[in-house]
């Protein structure tokens, strides 16, 4: 390996045309002081020029290296980019997310300073547009995130995950790579099993970056259906969740589903007091449900501004609900399918992609 670069970036994309021009731009910007670098970015068999524009500013700057990341996901394209690189310190850079300028000083300074296996800072939002704003509003949430301290700006210290990440390469000697099983949540995956083995995690409100958070509130439903469908594997894998927050979802949605069917099948059969008290139960259940996204999105609209207010309810929905189906249909699928990614022409590999 050659020791002279000192930093590798790695990035999995694929269909960024829209993005990674100036992704890449960013990544050129960045002040990385006496230090080497280099970056490279998997792209997975993009059919609308992302690659053509890749490899024009590869040809520019011979830093900027481009793999063909045969696998398509996120995992398979880090794996191929952390196995071609160079550096001693790996960092994960997305291409929805823009960095400070001095991004990959700040986290060598803490990595260094902590003694910690990987840093990062916490989850910052950059939003255009009123629905944008109201799921970035929802995203800072507690009522939303159950606390993670990811999503606090402020807060410094040891964490359970980071957004991307900073690490030594030892760290992948110690522990391996990304695991290729899963479409999403291959982070959280990774840093739960960095402290299991006994590594540590640090959060600096020093490192900056602003992710893009979706536009739509579909597109919010979409992509964290796919993060509780991913979760299950890795619940299943390490027979155990990485926090105790990430079952509450599934737990409600579950909930309201019992409670319905009970209904329908207590109107159906003429079990009237069945029927009676389950309709008190769910209308509790949903009455306060309601009072906590009416109160919640008050709270944010006052922070993100009065304009997010009409979406704000939709927003907190998205994030639990889809959330919640979405960790109910991976419990299915390990049913139906059993251990392992699911098959190419399976249902669940297409919803979930």
């Known amino acids: 390996m050659n020791q002279s670069v000192d930093i590798s970036i790695v990035c999995a994309c694929r269909n ?88 990959c000083l700040r986290c060598v300074e803490a990595l260094e300073r902590t003694g910690a296996d990987n840093v990062g800072g916490p989850a910052r939002t950059r939003a255009h547009g009123v629905k944008a704003r109201a799921i970035a509003a929802a ?12 999503h606090d700006p402020d807060f410094e210290g040891y964490v359970d995950t980071v957004p991307y990440g900073c690490w030594r390469r030892e760290v992948f000697e110690k522990i391996g790579d990304f695991d290729e099983t899963l479409v999403r949540n291959q982070d959280d995956e990774f840093n739960l099993r960095l402290l299991r083995a006994g590594g540590t995690i640090w959060q600096s ?22 993060y509780g469908f991913w979760k299950v594997a890795v ?28 209904l329908a099948v207590s109107a159906i059969t003429g079990a ?38 009409p979406y704000l309810p939709g927003a907190f929905g998205a994030f639990h609900v889809s959330y919640g189906l979405g960790f109910l249909a991976g419990l299915f699928r390990f049913a139906i399918e059993g251990e392992g990614k699911p098959s190419s022409n399976s249902v669940f590999a297409r919803i979930t992609r």
Do not use: C
């Open 205 to 226: 409100p020093a490192i900056v970056s602003w992710y893009s958070p979706r536009k739509t509130i579909r597109a919010l439903f979409h992509q964290y259906f796919q």
């Open 235 to 262: 619940v299943r894998k390490h027979r155990m969740p990485g926090s105790w927050r990430h079952l509450v979802p599934a737990g409600f949605v579950l909930a309201h589903i019992v409670l319905l069917l009970t």
């Open 272 to 309: 009237s007091e069945v029927f009676v008290w389950t309709s008190a139960l769910w209308l509790t259940m949903t009455g306060v449900y309601i009072l906590g996204i009416v109160t919640a999105s008050v709270v944010a609209a006052r922070k993100a501004g009065w304009d997010t207010l």
């Open 139 to 150: 995203y800072h949430s507690r009522f939303s995130t159950g606390g993670a301290r990811f």
């Open 16 to 103: 960024e045309a829209g993005h990674i021009e100036e992704f890449v731009r960013s990544i050129l910007g960045q002040d990385m002081g006496r230090m080497n670098w280099e970056a490279i970015v998997a792209d997975g068999m993009s059919d609308d020029g992302t690659r053509e524009i890749l490899d024009r500013i590869s040809a520019e700057d011979s830093r900027i290296r481009v793999l063909a990341n045969r696998g398509r996901i996120v995992s398979t394209g880090l794996n191929a980019a952390i196995a071609a690189s160079r550096g001693r310190i790996i960092f994960r850079f997305d291409a929805h997310t823009s960095y400070s300028p001095d991004y």
